[in-house]
């Protein structure tokens, strides 16, 4: 089955305003239109409403970098899924390296923001991915599974499909260390088959987008893009330049 791909930048904590709408308004010119391939801008919060309004093409979607999973209420600094719903996105990360590890997400959290994204009709990005010590210890994939595991937990069959899952080698990300085209493939694969169980379901595993992140540079780009179970990738550092975002979404 032929997957689209999906090439997301990932901006984290950069751009203000007039910064984003600038970047987004000169890719849409440069880039030609796009058939087998989706672009996801992934600003701040602050500039979400700003270029959901600059973007005009088809093949260009908005997404957030994090949610709390409640609808409303008292949780003073929390956007919700509903919130990100109405300015107009449609994929949210979740469980970004960043967020376990410098804001302490659990699984747990995350399970709970990814279901109530589904809830809001928002496809969530569930990243995964394990850290240098326990990549050397040989617990790559029991890491990986227990993520997939517990942050897709009680997640129906109908659901699963409107997931997107990013892998993410925390030792890769902003190091410029990348994982080598033969060390993303077979943790991707692992993940096909990890879904495969999860869901009991082969095409909902078949038809699942697995992107690469860290250290993705168009230098890069093109290598990691051949192999079979890599279906896109989140772009973090090189994502933040017109150039480097560009020849990264023509990846070849
Ligand atoms: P990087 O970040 O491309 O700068 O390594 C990727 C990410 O954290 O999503």
Redesign the pocket.
């Known amino acids: 089955m032929a997957r689209k791909s999906l090439v997301a930048a990932?901006w984290?904590m950069h751009k203000t305003i007039s910064e984003a709408v600038k970047f987004v308004e000169e890719l849409q010119k440069l880039v030609e239109s796009l058939d087998d391939r989706e672009v996801l801008i992934v600003p701040p919060f602050t500039a979400l409403h700003a270029v959901g309004n600059a973007l005009n093409r088809g093949d260009f979607f908005l997404g957030a970098q994090n949610c709390f999973w409640e609808e409303k209420g008292a949780y003073t600094g929390e956007i919700s899924p509903v919130m990100l719903k109405d300015v107009g996105c449609s994929y949210v990360l979740v469980g970004?390296?960043?967020r376990r590890n410098i804001f302490g997400e659990t699984d747990e959290m995350i399970s709970k923001k990814v279901k109530a994204l589904l809830r809001a009709g928002l496809s969530p990005v569930l990243?995964v991915g394990e850290k240098l010590e326990e990549r050397e210890a040989g617990q790559t994939f029991q890491v990986v599974e227990r993520q997939l595991k517990e942050g897709l937990l009680d997640i129906d069959v109908q659901s699963l499909a409107k997931i997107v899952i990013?892998y993410?080698p925390v030792w890769?990300?902003?190091?410029g260390k990348t994982a080598s085209p033969a060390q993303a493939q077979e943790v991707h694969t692992f993940i096909r088959s990890t879904i495969e169980k999860i869901s009991g379901d082969k095409s909902v595993a078949e038809g699942l987008r697995i992107l690469y992140?860290?250290?993705?540079k168009p230098d890069n780009v093109d290598e990691l893009m051949k192999e079979p179970d890599i279906d896109g990738l989140?772009?973090?550092?090189?994502?933040l330049e017109v150039s480097s975002f560009k020849r990264i979404i023509e990846y070849r």
């Open positions: 990932n984290k970004h390296s960043e990243c990013a993410e890769a990300i902003g190091t992140g860290g250290s993705v989140l772009v973090g550092g090189a994502s």
